[in-house]
């Protein structure tokens, strides 16, 4: 009988640990930020989490002016995580901004305390690691897996790099940019003699890449189609870059595209 007993209340403990995983547990999801000392971040687990499979991660950063809140309501961000088995992590950068412009930046330790952060409360999977932003989000992006890449499976970056001439200590193992041909916030970065291929240069220098292949065109939706450079032949790593002729915004389903791609999914929209 008291073995009965021990055996239902271990039963009951270990149902509770599990439910505990879950987010629907945790005082931080969604809107609510989770509070990290004097800074914070949001996470949005995908539809349909068991709060116990081990889960691809997204940390992406927003863009000037903007905060983790619309990161996670966002659906060419959120919706494409969301529906893919991806949590999704958005830090939110101090004066909604990031520190991006030199080595060094403590904004590169605030991310990684983020993902140790997430670590302690969700199980990832470390081999997938993605590292995402937009605009000055995108910058801090490149910032952040040029000195802190080394455990990153792909940076998704959107409209916005830096200086190509950088010297990265790190490197993720995947590279994948997008970039309006229009963008008049931050001007498409053309290379020395007008080369569209320019705002890759770094990562194909450090990854000794071969000449790059035309590898489009394609799209999510009608109206914007990509044209599509990739870059196989390396060293290291791989490179890809979709180039459209639009302005200054997240395009419709290129983050999905990606996902899709990385993790072998079909293709879909959104």
Same mark, same amino acid.
Not at 87 to 112: E, I
Not at 171 to 193: F, I, M, S, T
Not at 219 to 246: M, Y
């Given at each position: 009988?008291?073995?009965?007993?021990?055996?239902?209340?271990?039963? !009951?403990?270990?149902?509770?640990?599990?439910?505990?995983?879950?987010?629907?547990?945790?005082?931080? +999801?969604?809107? +609510?930020? @989770?509070? !990290?000392? #004097?800074?914070?971040?949001?996470?949005?687990?995908?539809?349909?989490?068991?709060?116990? &499979?081990?889960?691809?991660?997204?940390?992406?950063?927003?863009?000037?002016?903007?905060?983790?809140? /619309?990161?996670?309501?966002?659906?060419?961000? &959120?919706?494409? +995580?969301?529906?893919?088995?991806? !949590?999704?992590?958005?830090?939110?950068? /101090?004066?909604?901004?990031?520190?991006?412009?030199?080595?060094?930046?403590?904004?590169?330790?605030?991310?990684?305390?983020?993902?140790? #952060?997430?670590?302690?409360?969700?199980?990832?999977?470390?081999?997938?690691?993605?590292?995402?932003?937009?605009?000055?989000?995108?910058?801090?992006?490149?910032?952040?897996?040029?000195?802190?890449?080394?455990?990153?499976?792909? /940076?998704?970056?959107?409209? %916005? +790099?830096?200086?190509?001439?950088?010297? @990265?200590?790190?490197?993720?193992?995947?590279?994948?940019?997008?970039?309006?041909?229009? #963008?008049?916030?931050? #001007?498409?970065?053309?290379?020395?003699?007008?080369?569209?291929?320019?705002?890759?240069?770094?990562?194909?220098?450090?990854?000794? @890449?071969?000449?790059?292949?035309a590898n489009g065109p394609w799209n999510a939706r009608d109206f914007l189609t990509f044209q599509r450079i990739v870059w196989e032949n390396c060293e290291t790593g791989r490179v890809s870059l979709d180039i459209h002729p639009g302005?200054?915004?997240?395009?419709? %389903?290129?983050?999905?595209?990606?996902?899709?791609?990385? !993790?072998? /999914?079909?293709?879909?929209?959104?």
């Amino acid at each position: 009988m008291i073995y009965r007993f021990i055996f239902t209340a271990c039963l !009951l403990f270990c149902a509770h640990a599990v439910v505990a995983m879950g987010p629907w547990n945790k005082d931080c +999801t969604g809107q +609510t930020p @989770c509070v !990290l000392g #004097d800074r914070s971040y949001h996470v949005l687990p995908p539809d349909d989490w068991d709060g116990v &499979s081990p889960l691809p991660v997204m940390l992406h950063f927003h863009g000037w002016q903007r905060q983790g809140t /619309l990161i996670v309501q966002h659906q060419r961000i &959120s919706g494409a +995580t969301r529906r893919r088995g991806v !949590l999704l992590v958005a830090p939110n950068g /101090l004066g909604r901004s990031w520190d991006f412009w030199h080595a060094g930046t403590d904004d590169v330790g605030f991310a990684r305390s983020v993902l140790d #952060d997430v670590r302690k409360n969700y199980p990832i999977i470390e081999d997938q690691i993605f590292v995402s932003g937009y605009s000055w989000g995108s910058n801090m992006a490149w910032r952040f897996v040029c000195e802190d890449g080394a455990d990153v499976a792909a /940076l998704l970056a959107i409209s %916005g +790099t830096l200086r190509q001439t950088e010297d @990265c200590a790190t490197a993720p193992r995947e590279v994948r940019q997008v970039y309006g041909l229009n #963008d008049q916030v931050l #001007d498409y970065p053309y290379g020395p003699e007008g080369e569209e291929d320019y705002p890759v240069y770094l990562w194909r220098e450090k990854f000794d @890449c071969a000449e790059g292949v035309a590898n489009g065109p394609w799209n999510a939706r009608d109206f914007l189609t990509f044209q599509r450079i990739v870059w196989e032949n390396c060293e290291t790593g791989r490179v890809s870059l979709d180039i459209h002729p639009g302005g200054h915004f997240i395009p419709h %389903g290129w983050i999905a595209r990606q996902l899709d791609e990385i !993790l072998g /999914l079909p293709n879909s929209y959104p």
